[in-house]
């Protein structure tokens, strides 16, 4: 409950009223009684949402939130520390990265997810890299297209090469595949490949990893960007300057679009918060990271 | 005070709080998305095409176009069908054959939208992208998709005012001579025209409102499109979309996008509004 407490609260004035029903009371007053619940609900949807109070509480469970490319290994981790330390809360949640760097300056959740960088005004945020996850470039088996420069890669992006015929392969358009404002995966894209410049807006846009991965798997003409853990045989990870998103690469750093997901706090773990994020660094959470696809820091 | 006047006031006050419903979430909506409207002007936002809500864009003018290009392709391809469909049960079929193929049709409206989408992705799509060209996710299988989910709308509210035409109609028109087929088209199909008008009205709410099928088959790209065969986003989508992360100004021009969709939908409700009134 340290997350949302406010969502208990309509229940014992539900059922004062429904006795109030049952004692036919006079009916100016329950018209009181409606508008009080109608305030109270009108109090409830702006305080929705994030890890408001509670948090820091003692006994209250961990709070974690931020990027929705980290949540779901964050989500597996928890499952597993919970199941390993009864009585250990830790609720996950999403918003995004730059959602949870602010909520763990705030001190709103005890420790923020992000799958980008810290920019200069974050740095004084306690950093701790959890796994790194390579963006694989990915198009359809068939297509003979091996390489592509980071220059390459740009351009498609940008608009300016939309023909197939321009990377030397018979002419037919491209379909390109981006994913949506706000994605982690395309905070990363737009900040390992595009740099300042926009996408273009002809792109498909695909709303999670796998959506961009069935269209790729289905189109001979497509090419999409999905986290390199998920790439399998449906569809063909590209080399980007030659050199392919295997997980050795990705490790090495060799290979270009790479990014760290990274766990945050304002001040450094400490009790149940350092027990889980030692639990992360151990070999057991590094190979479960392993296990769901991403590369282990350690 | 007696006990059937009781039992009406708290109906009343039951009743009254469904509306309210209604009251705080047009308050919410206005109130979190005007600023944004406020902020960028009203022209930049509803005319430019230029949507990078991260970069400080926020133009929903391609979106707006594609909705209505949407919608319109859903009403060329789900109108006729769906008025076709009326007309053979309400006029010329037998009470079994209507019997059997009434619920059939509403069980149509039954199935999910994510179901349609899904159809959509794994059937329709490839079909557009292999015969027709393009990236196969398009405004075109977006329009078909929509064009069969709208048929329940129609048909059935088509049905409906075919069958409120009067029997003295048909018949002195049969007396004076005319054929079944020419008593349809002169005298029922005129006589019904208000509600087959208010029948296509919703179905073209249904159709603005739906956001689950069309994410999955139109492609969401975010800019103006220049054939059918090319992605379009609509402003449904553009919320679903992209609410799951948007903060600050994002959010509102998020919002901002649930105002203009909201008094498209209130224009159409209260144009039908407006006809029902007048028959």
């Known amino acids: ?298 | 005070m007696n006990k059937s006047k009781f039992i009406e006031r708290v109906l009343f006050l039951l009743a009254l709080s469904s509306i309210s419903s209604l009251v705080i979430i047009t308050i919410f909506i206005f109130e979190e998305g005007l600023p944004l409207i406020l902020h960028t002007g009203l022209k930049d936002f509803i005319f430019s095409t230029h949507w990078a809500p991260t970069k400080g864009f926020f133009g929903i003018g391609a979106m707006i176009v594609s909705s209505l290009l949407v919608t319109l392709g859903a009403m060329i391809l789900g109108v006729p069908l769906g008025l076709a469909c009326a007309i053979v049960l309400a006029e010329f079929s037998s009470l079994r054959l209507r019997r059997l193929l009434k619920p059939t049709l509403e069980l149509l409206a039954g199935i999910p939208s994510v179901v349609y989408g899904f159809l959509g992705v794994v059937w329709l799509v490839p079909l557009i992208r292999d015969h027709l060209g393009g990236p196969g996710l398009s405004l075109l299988a977006a329009a078909v998709i929509l064009g069969i989910m709208i048929l329940p709308t129609v048909i059935s509210i088509s049905i409906d005012a075919l069958t409120a035409v009067p029997d003295v109609y048909r018949d002195g028109s049969i007396a004076l001579g005319a054929t079944e087929w020419q008593t349809v088209r002169r005298v029922v199909l005129p006589a019904a025209s208000s509600g087959i008008i208010t029948a296509v009205i919703l179905g073209m709410g249904r159709a603005v409102g739906e956001t689950m099928a069309v994410i999955m088959v139109a492609g969401n790209a975010i800019k103006l499109p220049t054939s059918i065969l090319e992605p379009v986003r609509t402003l449904t989508s553009n919320i679903a979309l992209e609410l799951g992360y948007a903060a600050g100004r994002h959010r509102e021009a998020l919002f901002a996008t649930g105002i203009v969709l909201f008094i498209i939908i209130m224009i159409l409700n209260f144009s039908t509004t407006l006809i029902t009134r007048r028959r």
């Open chain 1, 1 to 298: 409950m340290s997350c949302f407490p406010e969502k208990t609260r309509p229940a014992p004035e539900r059922q004062k009223r429904f006795s109030s029903v049952l004692g036919l009371a006079a009916p100016t007053g329950r018209l009181l009684r409606w508008g009080s619940l109608l305030l109270l609900f009108l109090g409830l949807l702006p305080g929705l949402g994030g890890c408001k109070g509670g948090g820091k509480a003692a006994n209250h469970g961990l709070c974690i939130a931020g990027s929705t490319s980290v949540q779901p290994f964050a989500e597996k981790l928890a499952e597993v520390y919970m199941q390993e330390h009864p009585g250990a809360r830790i609720d996950v949640q999403g918003g995004g990265s730059s959602a949870g760097i602010f909520a763990a300056q705030q001190g709103a959740a005890d420790l923020g997810a992000s799958s980008r960088e810290l920019v200069a005004a974050e740095k004084s945020l306690h950093e701790i890299a959890i796994a790194w996850d390579g963006i694989a470039v990915v198009v359809h088996p068939s297509n003979p297209l091996n390489n592509l420069s980071l220059e390459q890669l740009r351009q498609l992006f940008q608009g300016k090469i939309t023909d197939w015929r321009e990377l030397g392969l018979p002419p037919h358009s491209i379909d390109l595949i981006t994913r949506e404002e706000g994605s982690g995966t395309r905070e990363a894209f737009e900040h390992l490949v595009m740099g300042k410049t926009e996408f273009t807006p002809s792109a498909l846009v695909q709303d999670s990893n796998g959506a961009v991965r069935e269209i790729v798997a289905g189109d001979p003409y497509s090419l999409g960007y999905i986290s390199a853990g998920l790439v399998d045989e449906q569809v063909k990870a590209v080399a980007i300057d030659g050199v392919l998103p295997t997980r050795e690469n990705i490790k090495k750093q060799v290979y270009k679009l790479v990014r760290r997901f990274l766990l945050v706090s304002r001040v450094p773990p400490a009790g149940e918060c350092r027990a889980f994020v030692n639990f992360i660094l151990g070999p057991q959470g590094q190979h479960l990271l392993e296990k769901e696809g991403l590369v282990g820091v350690n």
